[in-house]
Structures are given as structure tokens and as C-alpha cells.
Nanobody, 116 residues
């Protein structure tokens, strides 16, 4: 398994979750790491991305609420999600494989459900 995502679950509105995605060293090093999400019936959208140099990019709908980070020692990318709302309910996927842009490798997805 090259990408293993975890950390999803059920959370109440206003709550927080932290997603993790552990990658094989060969595909983590030097590459952009990103989180995408896909709600039922919807398309897969970019949520946040971080380059090997630490440059970050966020979708407008998560700015100020989500934070992406990476730990090179653990070959892991994180997504800290705060102030969650029902609109954040989706399957979240991690992605990598290229220094910039969407790479060819996808994690298996982790379900995030925000509901009271």
C-alpha cells in the first residue's frame, strides 16, 4: 500500500478532526501532497495541498478552518479540520506522485461525516 489514509469519522457541527495519510517514502519525497474530497453525487475537489518546500494552497471553502502539514520524518501528511459543518461531509482522499499538480497515486479514502 503506497498511501494509507486515516482519521475520518463522525463529528458534530463545529467540531474538529485530523486526517493522516502515510505514504511510501519513494512517493512522498519531493512530491506535492494533497487532500481532495468527494461528496455523494459530486466531483472530487481539491481541499488543500502542500509542496515539498512547504508551500500551501487551500480551496476557498476551507480557508481559515483547515490546515495542511507534512512530516518528512514520518512520510505523512495531515489535515487539521476545525469548525466543521455538514457541508464538509465527504470522502477525503490523499494524493501524491508529482512535485506539482495532481499525482497518479490516491489513498483509499476516509469518510468524514458532520452531523448532530
Amino acid at each position: 500500500v503506497q498511501l494509507q489514509a486515516s482519521g475520518g469519522g463522525l463529528v458534530q457541527p463545529g467540531g474538529s478532526l485530523r486526517l493522516s495519510c502515510a505514504a511510501s517514502a519513494s512517493i512522498f519525497s519531493g512530491n506535492r501532497m494533497a487532500w481532495y474530497r468527494q461528496a455523494p453525487g459530486g466531483q472530487r475537489d481539491l481541499v488543500a495541498a502542500i509542496t515539498n518546500f512547504g508551500m500551501t494552497d487551500y480551496a476557498d471553502f476551507v480557508k481559515g478552518r483547515f490546515t495542511i502539514s507534512r512530516d518528512s520524518a514520518k512520510n505523512t501528511v495531515y489535515l487539521q479540520m476545525n469548525s466543521l459543518g455538514p457541508e464538509d461531509t465527504a470522502v477525503y482522499y490523499c494524493n501524491t506522485g508529482l512535485p506539482y499538480g495532481t499525482g497518479p497515486y490516491w489513498g483509499q479514502g476516509t469518510q468524514v461525516t458532520v452531523s448532530s
